[in-house]
């Protein structure tokens, strides 16, 4: 079955220290690929997303995501975290009109 | 354009109840997509529209679950006779029929006592 996996269900960093948020997918077709942050109590918002083109995608708050085919993954990146990036973050896929999603990451940011 | 809204934001319910949640999507989008979110998990799909017809429904979505957008605009889910196993967030979602992104909205979050 297609399917989303999120390795770390959660992952504490310090302020302005640089953070990876694991994502692989399996899916043995063309791939869109999404992250999406929801803070507490809230809906999802897309952070950024691969369609095509460049394999590096960025976002406008300092987030980036490579999308890499050979190691079926789209790792999310951060250099530098501040305190505000506290959230869950989703991986998801697209397939055949339904986003597939991974189970979450859970950033806890301390000063 | 306000983004997708959903109403009640929380729902609190007795077992065996009846509840319906209602939807409104971004005004130009003619998909609208509904997901369940638990706990610790992440979203799983229930199913879709593209204008008023229903085109997926998930396994997830048993006989006591029903959506309906009869004029191809808002939607409402119903579920009847809740079980506790229905807490959940429901999101909602929508997107035009040419894009993969869906936007969703703020979630009516279900508690069955």
């Known amino acids: 079955a297609q399917s989303v996996t999120q390795l770390d269900s959660q992952v504490p960093v310090f302020e302005e220290a640089p953070v990876e948020l694991r994502c692989n997918y399996s899916s043995s077709v063309s791939v869109y690929l999404f992250w999406y942050v929801q803070y507490p109590n809230q809906g999802l918002q897309l952070l950024l997303k691969?369609?095509?083109?460049?394999?590096l995608v960025e976002s406008i708050n300092g987030f980036e995501a490579e999308f890499n085919k050979s190691q079926t993954s789209f790792h999310l990146r951060k250099p530098s975290v501040h305190i505000s990036d506290t959230a869950e973050y989703f991986c998801?896929?697209?397939?055949?009109?339904?986003?597939?999603f991974g189970t979450g990451t859970r950033l806890q940011v301390f000063p | 354009d306000t983004g997708v809204s959903q109403d009640p934001r929380h729902k609190i319910t007795k077992r065996g109840q009846n509840v319906t949640f209602r939807c409104d999507p971004i005004?130009?989008?003619?998909?609208l997509y509904w997901y369940r979110q638990t706990l610790g998990q992440g979203p799983e799909f229930l199913t879709y529209?593209?204008?008023?017809?229903?085109?997926?429904k998930s396994r997830l979505l048993s006989d006591r679950f029903s959506a309906e957008r009869p004029k191809g605009s808002f939607s409402t889910l119903e579920i009847q006779r809740t079980e506790q196993g229905d807490s959940a967030m429901y999101l909602c979602a929508s997107s035009p029929e040419w894009e993969v992104e869906q936007y969703f909205g703020p979630g009516t979050r279900l508690t069955v006592t």
């Open positions: 529209f593209q204008n008023e017809a229903q085109l997926e």
């Open positions: 998801a896929y697209y397939n055949t009109d339904k986003l597939i």
């Open positions: 005004s130009e989008h003619n998909r």
């Open positions: 691969y369609l095509s083109g460049s394999t």
